[in-house]
Each structure stands twice: as structure tokens, then as C-alpha cells.
């Protein structure tokens, strides 16, 4: 029944528009099917906004979303159903998404009654779906208010595959919960993602655990990715100077010197030109990064980056940095 994808595509490029917050702007990536690509960068980095656009939550003002070849925003109404079926979003907060007046098996029925189960089917596959996630048939008969937060999101991710989805945008599905529990969660991510082939985009602040769970990572500062690329050459060896300040103030991922970063971010109503990390940068490049945007350009292995110094950029010992443009 699980109808396995040929390939999976979004790509995205917003901007324009002179009044529009360019929450995200001049984005471009591809996921691939199967993988877990993760999204990480400060809050208000517009993580959020880039995974609700690629699901078609938000429309940006102009650019692509391509799933299968189709643009998801030039999708005709059923064309839009099927693919809000195929792609489906986890949120962070599980009791904020479930509905406090209905029963599990209420909240399921809905999904599923979408993909045109009768009701005797969709009886049998709620109970199949709470086990799946970890819960049993009894729990169907009880409301969000009776379960732990870990539960909730269990029963937030039944019906995210209640409509058979190939992508789930993940947006911070564990940072409400407990370690101990995030860990169960991360666990069942990891193994509904190996039986079922799914693709996630999984947003998160949490850069150990985006280490632990994705294949690629990819960097947000102010609407832009900086740096996208295979998860492990990034976190031993980051190209982009926001990559290197953004874990050298992560605890446990590298030895790295940390890097204090001058200012806070901009407001992405008013975004620097250039470069938009360059008022920021201790690696600014001069006039360059001041005044042209760097564009994502393929450094090999899989790696992009969006900064005009085109040999690696490291923290000199002792903080003055060294780098060429
Ligand atoms: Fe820093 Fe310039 Fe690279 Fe931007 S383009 S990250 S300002 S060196
Ligand atoms: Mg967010």
C-alpha cells in the first residue's frame, strides 16, 4: 500500500517584494528521498517559515517547491490533497496540535477517513497505528489531557502516518520533552523512518541531536542557508564562519575555540546587504562582504557554502582570524 516514491525534489527560492519580511529568501536545496536532512541555526533564523512553505502553509511571494517535478504551488485542488497527504508536519508542541475535546481515536479517524477507509478499516488501523507508535489499543478510548508529553507526541506522529506520508517536516519534535524521553522519540523517528522510507526535514536547535539523526545539515542565518552539506565533514570541519560559531557554542560538539559573535542578529525586516552574517563576521572579507550577496556554491563532496572566502575559514589561536578572499 506504502507507494514507494520515484524521487523526491523540493526546492525553493523565495524573495522579492519590497515590503514583504524576508523571513526566507534566496533559498535553494534539494532533499532526497529517504534521507534526513536537518535544519539548524538561532531562533528567528526562519527555520520554521522554511519548512511551513515547503509544506505549502505559507506561500512566499514568488519561487518553487517541486515534489515528483510538480510545483507544489501550481497544484490544482486534488493535486494539493494528494500531496498534503505525501507530506505531512510534526510540531514541537504536541498538546498545542492535538485536539483536547476528541479521543485518539477520533483524532485518527480524520486522517484516515481523508484516505477513504471505511469505517471497519478504520477501526483496525487505528489500533495498528497507536502500536506502531509505541501505545496500545486501549489508549484509543482516551483524550490528549491523559497522556505524558512523550505520548502525545507519539500519538502527534500516528497521525502524521495515518495519511501513509513520504515526507514529515519535524519541527522541533523534541524540544518539549524531557532528555529521557526525547531519546524514545529520536528512536522511533529513526526506525518508522527505516520501514516506511521516509523523508524528513527534521528543524531543531539541538545540534547534537541533529548530529546524531541527520544525514545532511543544513545552516540557516537570517532567511539564508550559509552552509548546507554531509552531516559529519560539516561538524568536524565547518566551512562557513557562522557553521564555526554556531557549534563552537554548542556544548560537546568539537574542541573547538568558541566563538563569540559581536551583535545580535539583524532583523530580517531590515537585512544588511551583502553578506547578510557580514556585520557579524570575524572573518569579513572587507567591501566584498559588504556589499554582494554570496551565493551557495558547491565546494565538492556534497558541500555548499555561501561566503566569498573561497579557502576554509578557521579561528586563528587567539582569536584574530585568518582566512582569504
Ligand atoms: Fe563573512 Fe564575508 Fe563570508 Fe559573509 S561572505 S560569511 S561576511 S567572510
Ligand atoms: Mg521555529
Redesign the pocket.
Known sequence: QFILPRSLLARLLTGGGNRVVHAVNGVSFVLHEGETLGLVGESGSGKSTLGRTILHLHTPTRGHVRFDGQDVFELDAAGLRRFRQQAQIVFQNPYASLNPRKTVRQILSVPLALRGLPPRERRREAAALVERVGLSARHLDQYPHQFSGGQRQRIAIARALAMHPRLIVADEPVSALDVSVQAQIINLLEDLQRELRLTYLFISHDLGVVRHLSSRVAVMYLGQI?EIGPTEPLFRDPL???THALLSAAPGQGRRERIILQGVPPSPLDPPP?????PR?P???GE??RTVR?ALTDRGGGRWV????TAP?APAAGGAPR?A?
Request: glycine fraction near 8%; hydrophobic fraction near 45%.
Open positions: 550559509v562557513h564562519p557562522y551583502g553578506c547578510p552574517f557580514h563576521c572573518a569579513a572579507a566584498v562582504c554570496p555561501a561566503c566569498h572566502l575559514w582566512g578572499a
